[in-house]
């Protein structure tokens, strides 16, 4: 079968650092996705890792270690929009159509 | 070209009715895909589409639920007999074939409440 964890809810501080991880358990693993959702919103691409290791992209990085089926979010200099929710996805492989099975997301509420 | 464009937002229907959604993915995409998304939930794949071809289904899918991409351009998703169970929120994403890894482009969703 098909998994992923990741925590339900994490709460931070503007302008904290806040890491938000999962864990993953497929079969034809192409990558990990993360998307931010609004409420009510359509999740949003943030970043995305094929291979291990950390990418960049602006004030969130992500991190892949394919050995450890682990990776995480980071959220740098948090701000109050940061608040909503972010799922991690796992691509599968062109075999599957390239699709994306989601965790069920973790709740991040940024506190002033 | 705007994004990708979901109607109606918002679908109030009676257990039993039918009901049809529609999604317009961004125009270059020839890959289309539909979730469902409950409250707390990540969205759940469903169907996807390449051109007008649908690859594959989910056995979330019942035999109540129907998709279409005619001509490759913009996808119905119809749902018969609707159930209280149905109730959620159905996302259309696209994509190009060799993009699809990097990550899809979603609409807002239509938001389905079975009364």
């Known amino acids: 079968g098909q998994s992923l964890e990741q925590p339900s809810e994490v709460t931070a501080v503007e302008g904290a650092i806040v890491q938000i991880n999962c864990t993953y358990q497929?079969?034809?693993?192409?990558?990990l996705s993360w998307y931010q959702q609004h409420d009510g919103g359509a999740p949003t691409f943030l970043s995305y890792?094929?291979?291990?290791g950390l990418e960049e992209t602006g004030r969130f990085s992500s991190f892949l270690s394919r050995s450890d089926s682990y990776g995480y979010l980071l959220l740098q200099e948090l701000q109050m929009k940061d608040s909503a929710s972010y799922f991690c996805?796992?691509?599968?492989?062109?075999?599957?159509?390239?699709?994306?099975?989601f965790g069920q997301g973790t709740e991040l509420s940024v506190k002033p | 070209d705007t994004g990708v464009s979901q109607n109606p937002r918002h679908k109030i229907t009676k257990r039993g009715q039918n009901v049809t959604f529609r999604c317009d993915p961004i125009?270059?995409?020839?890959?289309l895909y539909w979730y469902r998304q409950t409250l707390g939930q990540g969205p759940e794949f469903l169907t996807y589409?390449?051109?007008?071809?649908?690859?594959?289904k989910s056995r979330l899918l019942s035999d109540r639920f129907s998709a279409e991409r005619p001509k490759g351009s913009f996808s119905t998703l119809e749902i018969q007999r609707t159930e209280q169970g149905d109730s959620a929120m159905y996302l259309c994403?696209?994509?190009?074939?060799?993009?699809?890894?990097?990550?899809?482009?979603f609409g807002s969703g239509t938001r389905l409440t079975v009364v």
């Open positions: 994403a696209s994509s190009l074939e060799t993009a699809s890894y990097y990550g899809y482009t």
């Open positions: 497929t079969s034809g693993f192409y990558g």
């Open positions: 890792n094929a291979l291990d």
């Open positions: 996805a796992v691509s599968l492989d062109y075999n599957q159509g390239g699709k994306l099975i």
């Open positions: 125009s270059e995409h020839n890959r």
């Open positions: 589409f390449q051109n007008e071809a649908q690859l594959e």
